[in-house]
C-alpha cells in the first residue's frame, strides 16, 4: 500500500487566475488513497484535500462518504462540496451523487438541522430556483430529470509554461504509517503549583485528542509522567501511568493530580524525559514515538545539557539509549520523537533546544489565551502528527469542530 504513495499525487495545481485544480491523474491517486485508508479521520483528510475545483473522477468516494454511517465522515464529504467553487461543483455533482443527497440527506431534523441546512445550500448553489424548496419538492424535481440529467462537461485546464507542481505525498506517507504502525505517547508535564490550569486543559483536552489521532492511527496508546523539583517531590519525577489503550484511566489521573510546590523557577525537566524515555513505560518497537513535554520552567542550569542530551539521543541512537534503562544496541527502535509546548516565556528557550534535539517541534502557550481546550488541542495534535503538517491539522480540526459544536455529533 505504502509503495503506491511514491507516485500518487495529493496535489497538482496548476497555476491560473482562478483556484488550483485537480487533474484526472491527481484525483485518481486521491481515490486510491481514499479506499487504501481505513479509518474516518483518514479519509476526512482525504476528501478535504480535493480543494475547490477537481475531477468528477473523485465524484464516487465523495458518494461513498455520505453513504457511511459513520456522521462525521458524512460531515466531511458535505463539507469537501461547500469548498468546491461553483464551477467545479457543476463538473461533479454527478447522478449518483445527486440520487444520495435528495434521497437520504435533505431531511434532516434536531440535532442534524445545521446537517441538512449545510446540504441544501449546496444545491441551492447549483440549483437556485430550488432554493427555497422543501425535501419532497426536491424528490419530486429530481424524479422529473433524473433520466436526462447530466453534469457540465469537464474542461481539462490550459497548460501553462513553468506552473509549478507541488507533491505533498508526504504527508499522506506520514499519515499512512500512522495507520499501519500506531502511534505510542507520553505526556511529560510539569506538575508544579503554577500548571494547575494547563493540567486541567490537558484533561478537559484528552478526549478530543485521542478521538482525532484514532481515527488516523487506531492502535493508540497514551502514558503521563509528571515532575517538579527534588525539594517537592522524592526522585523528581514519577510514572503515573505506563502507556496504555485506556486513555479514561490517563484522564482520571490528570483528574487527581493537584499542582504543588515549585517556590523557585527551576524544575528537574530531565528526571521527567528520563522516566518518558524508560523502557519501563512499555514502548512498542515498531510504533511512532511521541513525546510531548508541557511546562513552564527550564531546567536548572545545571541539567540543561543533561535534558538535551537526553531528548538527542533518544532520537538519534534509540537502541542504545532508553532514558536511564540501556536497551540492547541490536533492537532497531523507530527514534523517540520529542517535542515542547512552554507555558509562557520562561521555558520557551531551553524548551525550543530541547524540541530541535528531539527531532520535534516547539509550540507555546501564552496564559492569557488558556481559556479553553481547542489550544492545547491544536498544539499536541499538530506536534504528533508532525508540525510541518499544521494547516493540514488545522484545516480538519475546523471542520470537525464546526459540525461538533452544532450538535451533529459528540467526539
Keep these: 500500500m505504502l509503495r503506491k504513495l511514491a507516485f500518487l499525487l495529493f496535489l497538482t495545481p496548476v497555476t491560473l487566475a482562478g483556484p488550483k485544480v485537480l487533474d484526472k491523474d491527481a484525483a485518481g491517486g486521491l481515490v486510491r488513497l481514499y479506499r487504501d485508508a481505513d479509518n474516518w479521520a483518514l479519509k476526512g483528510i482525504i476528501l478535504l484535500g480535493l480543494g475547490a475545483r477537481w475531477h468528477p473522477e473523485a465524484a464516487e468516494i465523495v458518494r461513498a462518504s455520505l453513504a457511511q454511517r459513520d456522521v462525521r465522515l458524512r460531515c466531511f464529504a458535505l463539507e469537501a462540496l461547500h469548498r468546491t467553487d461553483d464551477y467545479g461543483l457543476a463538473q461533479v455533482m454527478t447522478a449518483p451523487l445527486l440520487d444520495e443527497i435528495i434521497a437520504k440527506h435533505l431531511s434532516t431534523g434536531g440535532s442534524k438541522k445545521y446537517y441538512g441546512a449545510r446540504m441544501r445550500g449546496v444545491l441551492a448553489r447549483l ?61 511529560v508535564i510539569d506538575s508544579t503549583g ?23 492511527a487506531p492502535r493508540f496508546r497514551v502514558g503521563l509522567v509528571h515532575y517538579r523539583d527534588l525539594d517537592d517531590m522524592r526522585n523528581g519525577a514519577a510514572i503515573l501511568s505506563k502507556l496504555t489503550a485506556s486513555h479514561s484511566s490517563v484522564k482520571k489521573k490528570l483528574a487527581r493530580l493537584q499542582a504543588e510546590g515549585g517556590g523557585d523557577l527551576p524544575e528537574r525537566v530531565e528526571l521527567g524525559l528520563a522516566l518518558a524515555f524508560d523502557r519501563r513505560m512499555g514502548w512498542i518497537k515498531n510504533a511512532n514515538k511521541t513525546v510531548i513535554l508541557i511546562g513552564d520552567a527550564p531546567p536548572h542550569a545545571g541539567s540543561v545539557l543533561k535534558a538535551i542530551q537526553l531528548a538527542d539521543s533518544a532520537y538519534k541512537n534509540p537502541g542504545g539509549t532508553s532514558g536511564t534503562t ?44 488558556t481559556r479553553g481546550t481547542d489550544t492545547i488541542v491544536r498544539r499536541i495534535l499538530t506536534l504528533s502528527f508532525g508540525a510541518r503538517w499544521s494547516k493540514q491539522i488545522g484545516s480538519f480540526l475546523l471542520v470537525y469542530r464546526k459540525y461538533r459544536n452544532q450538535g451533529v455529533y459528540k467526539n
Design 326 to 369: 540501556p536497551t540492547s544496541p541490536r533492537k532497531k527502535l523507530r527514534p523517540f520523537v520529542t517535542s515542547a509546548i512552554a507555558v509562557g516565556t520562561m521555558a520557551e528557550p531551553t524548551f525550543r533546544r530541547i524540541a530541535k534535539a528531539g527531532g520535534g517541534a516547539f509550540a507555546k502557550l501564552k496564559g492569557s489565551n
Design 194 to 216: 503554577s500548571m494547575q490550569r494547563t493540567i486541567d486543559l490537558a484533561r478537559d483536552a484528552l478526549d478530543e485528542i485521542v478521538t482525532v489521532i484514532r481515527g488516523i
Design 127 to 187: 440549483f437556485p430556483e430550488m432554493k427555497d424548496a422543501k425535501p419532497k419538492a426536491w424528490a419530486t424535481w429530481w424524479e422529473e430529470r433524473r433520466d436526462t440529467y447530466q453534469p457540465a462537461r469537464w474542461v481539462d485546464p490550459p497548460p501553462k509554461s513553468g506552473a509549478r507542481r507541488t507533491i505533498a505525498a508526504p504527508f499522506f506517507k506520514r499519515a499512512f504509517d500512522l495507520q499501519k504502525a500506531g502511534m505510542d505517547m507520553v505526556i
